[in-house]
Nanobody, 124 residues
Framework: QVQLVESGGGLVQPGGSLRLSCAAS????????MGWFRQAPGKEREFVAA????????YYVDSVKGRFTISRDNAKNTVYLQMNSLQPEDTAVYYC?????????????????WGQGTQVTVSS
């Protein structure tokens, strides 16, 4: 069983920054690809970023490239999402998730464990 707990969300002004953390339990973290997704009110959940088990490769949705950075610390069983230059359109509940072996990194169906989500609100 894997448990994922996100933290670090909050209210920030446009142009500000936040760092989300996702702490994972279980012994498979270091061998698993991890991802961040988000869901805004009235919209479907969308892929934000993913990172391979080793941390060598990362992937981003076009709208956050150059502003968000995903990273991981396998010794701490934690994955991070550093978010800079935040805009109102980034407002959403952000979820971290663990990927099943194989599958497409941007497909939510490829992930089998999800956190409870953390709210990010960008507003002046």
């Amino acid at each position: 069983q894997v448990q994922l707990v996100e933290s670090g969300g909050g209210l920030v002004q446009p142009g500000g920054s936040l760092r989300l953390s996702c702490a994972a339990s279980g012994r498979t973290f270091s061998s698993s690809r991890m991802g961040w997704f988000r869901q805004a009110p009235g919209k479907e959940r969308e892929f934000v970023a993913a990172i391979t088990a080793s941390g060598i490769s990362t992937y981003y949705v076009d709208s956050v490239k150059g502003r968000f950075t995903i990273s991981r610390d396998n010794a701490k069983n934690t994955v991070y999402l550093q978010m800079n230059s935040l805009q109102p359109e980034d407002t959403a509940v952000y979820y971290c998730a663990r990927a099943r072996p194989g599958g497409v990194y941007y497909d939510s169906d490829a992930y089998d464990y999800w956190g409870q989500g953390t709210q990010v609100t960008v507003s002046s």
